[in-house]
C-alpha cells in the first residue's frame, strides 16, 4: 500500500498528542494571493490569532513532494519567497507529491490534507464557486464537490463576490452541504455583510456548529459543512459600493484577457486596483475574523471528541 509523505510541524505534531484544537489553513494567499512580504506577514497574523484564541494553527502545502501540515516559520517564509509554487486542488495535488514538487492549497486540496490529519476545523477567506456565464463555460469551482464528500467545517466570510452566488449556493444545497450564516438571517458576500440572499440555516454558538459536524458524521453522512462568517462591521465593503468595481473587473474579463486558472487572480488584482486597496484590507481583516471563530469551534470539536 502506498505510504502517504506526511510531515507534521513540531507545533501541530504536539498538539496533536496532547489533544489541543487544531485549525487548518490554506497556502495559496500565501504563494497567490499576496505579493511578499505581506503575505507571509498575514499568514503569521492568522497563525497567531488562531493560538491566541486558543487553538493551533495548521497551514498546508506541498514541499519537496512531501504534504506539510503545520509550517515552520522558516517554511513559512520560503514559500512566501518561492516562485516555482504550484497552485494545487483535487485534481493534481497527487501528481505533484509523485513529482517531489512544491504546491500550494486552494480549499479543497487543504480539506484533503486536513482530513488525512485528522483535523476537523479549517479557516479561509472565501470559498470559489460558480463562476458567471457557468452555463456555458461549465466553470465551477472544486472547492464546491470537495464540501460535499470531506467531512471538514469550512468557515468562510462567503463565496467571493466575483461568482454566481444564488448558482453557488444552489449548487450546495443540491450536494446537501449545510451552509451555516453565523449571527445573521442573510448569507454574506466575501468583502460585504449583505448579499441580498437569505440563509438556510443560521447558528450564533460555536459549539452549536461542532456539535452539528459531529451529529452529522454519527448519522453517516458524507461531506463537510460551509459557515459563512460575516466580516466585521468596520472592515467591510458595502455591497452597493463594491458591486460597480467587480463588474467592471468582470467585463475585462468576457472581452477576453484571461481564462481558465487565470481568472480569479485576474479579477481579485483589478478590485484590488480599483477600491484603491480597500478589496485587500478587507480581505484580511475577514481572514482574521474567520480564524477566531474556527478556533473557536475547533475547542468546541475537541471538547465533544
Not at 21 to 43: D, R, Y
Not at 45 to 56: L, P, W, Y
Request: hydrophobic residues 45%.
Amino acid at each position: 500500500m502506498t505510504q502517504i509523505p506526511l510531515t507534521y510541524s513540531p507545533e501541530v505534531a504536539e498538539a496533536r498528542k496532547n489533544g489541543l484544537p487544531i485549525v487548518a489553513l490554506e497556502s495559496t494567499i500565501i504563494t497567490h494571493g499576496m505579493p511578499w512580504p505581506q503575505n507571509v506577514e498575514t499568514a503569521a497574523r492568522v497563525e497567531a490569532e488562531i493560538r491566541a484564541s486558543g487553538a493551533v494553527p495548521a497551514t498546508m502545502a506541498i514541499l519537496k513532494g512531501r504534504i506539510h501540515i503545520g509550517l515552520t516559520e522558516a517554511e513559512l517564509n520560503a514559500l512566501g519567497q518561492a516562485t516555482d509554487v504550484a497552485k494545487l486542488s483535487r485534481a493534481d495535488l497527487a501528481a505533484c507529491v509523485v513529482r517531489g514538487g512544491n504546491g500550494a492549497t486552494t480549499v479543497a486540496a487543504t480539506m484533503i490534507c486536513a482530513r488525512l490529519a485528522g483535523i476537523t476545523t479549517f479557516a479561509t477567506g472565501g470559498i470559489g464557486g460558480v463562476h458567471r456565464g457557468a452555463e456555458t463555460s461549465f466553470d465551477i469551482s472544486a472547492d464546491l464537490q470537495e464540501l460535499a464528500q470531506t467531512a471538514v467545517t469550512v468557515v468562510a466570510a462567503g463565496a467571493k463576490a466575483i461568482l454566481d452566488l444564488p448558482k453557488t449556493w444552489e449548487y450546495l444545497e443540491t450536494a446537501g452541504v449545510p451552509v451555516i450564516a453565523y449571527g445573521q438571517d442573510e448569507l454574506p458576500s466575501f468583502w460585504s455583510r449583505a448579499s441580498g440572499l437569505k440563509a438556510p440555516l443560521r447558528m450564533d454558538d460555536p459549539a452549536q456548529i461542532a456539535a452539528s459536524a459531529a451529529m452529522r458524521a454519527a448519522l453517516g453522512i458524507p461531506g463537510g459543512q460551509l459557515v459563512a462568517n460575516p466580516i466585521p462591521k468596520e472592515h467591510e465593503i458595502p455591497r452597493e459600493e463594491i458591486m460597480p468595481h467587480v463588474e467592471a473587473a468582470l467585463r475585462e474579463v468576457e472581452a477576453g484577457r484571461v481564462s481558465a486558472k487565470e481568472v480569479t487572480p485576474f479579477l481579485l488584482d483589478r478590485i484590488f486596483t480599483l477600491t484603491e486597496g480597500r478589496s485587500l484590507t478587507a480581505n484580511i481583516e475577514l481572514v482574521l475574523n474567520n480564524a477566531r471563530l474556527a478556533a473557536q469551534i475547533a475547542a468546541a470539536s475537541a471538547k465533544l471528541n
